[in-house]
């Protein structure tokens, strides 16, 4: 969870500047879609999980928006995603289970591998 963290920082620092023009998508925008999407996911797995995280996966989704600022269309795509993931996993567990909780593993990986391949592709 930890590297998943750090990965999202520095990813929130970088990529502010690759995509300034308006609705213009960037060549980024299916992996911080994809990104967005796991936001939600681990926003509802982590929440019946019990892991006293509160807020915590929203507030990373929306440093991303802020760090990344996408208007009309791309910020649209990014919390469409992001509640794809919440509501797709909340139509499918009510508690936690043991498969939830080997999706919550999966998705911290994925999510760090993502933030990984955006920073060293796109942080020069």
Request: a positive charge; proline letters at 3%.
């Amino acid at each position: 969870m930890t590297r998943l963290l750090r990965a999202l920082l520095v990813a929130f620092l970088i990529l502010p500047g690759l995509a300034r023009a308006q609705d213009a998508a960037a060549p980024f925008d299916a992996e911080l879609q994809r990104l967005a999407e796991i936001l939600g996911t681990l926003h509802y797995l982590r929440g019946i999980c019990g892991t006293n995280e509160g807020q915590k996966w929203r507030a990373e989704m929306q440093a991303l928006i802020d760090a990344e600022t996408p208007s009309g269309e791309r910020r649209s795509r990014m919390v469409a995603a992001f509640n794809r993931g919440y509501n797709g996993f909340q139509q499918t567990y009510r508690s936690c289970t043991p498969a939830g909780r080997v999706a919550i593993r999966r998705y911290l990986e994925e999510g760090a591998k993502i933030s990984r391949n955006l920073t060293s592709r796109y942080a020069n």
